[in-house]
């Protein structure tokens, strides 16, 4: 029996079918790598970035807030960009809404 040309069409075959399957072996990792930057890095990212634009959202008249700065008051006027925040008894100082890290429970801080 001669099984010379049942090789060589098989040969061909899986030749034929190899260069597919080690593209598709090549280009898995990548996409591997991609979903865990995804999941561990960027989704966590911007779910922080939408919750502080939320929070600066809601800050209110009388609400009382921490700065980036460090500066901790109460809301006295709110505008679009500006918020006019009492650090102090007769002291107001105008700060950019972006520039608030958090916002405090009611009554945190004392009578100023």
């Not at 899986?14 to 399957?21: C, E, K, L």
């Not at 009492?86 to 945190?108: F, H, Y």
């Amino acid at each position: 029996m001669d099984f010379s040309p049942i090789a060589t069409a098989h040969a061909a075959t899986t030749a034929a079918g190899s260069g597919m399957d080690s593209m598709l072996f090549q280009i898995l990792p990548l996409i591997f790598i991609f979903a865990i930057f995804y999941f561990l890095l960027i989704r966590p990212q911007s779910q922080k970035l939408k919750a502080q634009r939320e929070l600066i959202a809601s800050v209110a008249k009388g609400d009382e807030v921490v700065t980036s700065g460090g500066l901790a008051g109460r809301v006295m006027q709110a505008g679009e960009e500006y918020l006019h925040v009492e650090i102090a008894e007769n002291t107001v100082v105008k700060i950019q809404r972006s520039a608030v890290s958090m916002v405090l429970p009611k009554g945190t801080l004392k009578k100023l």
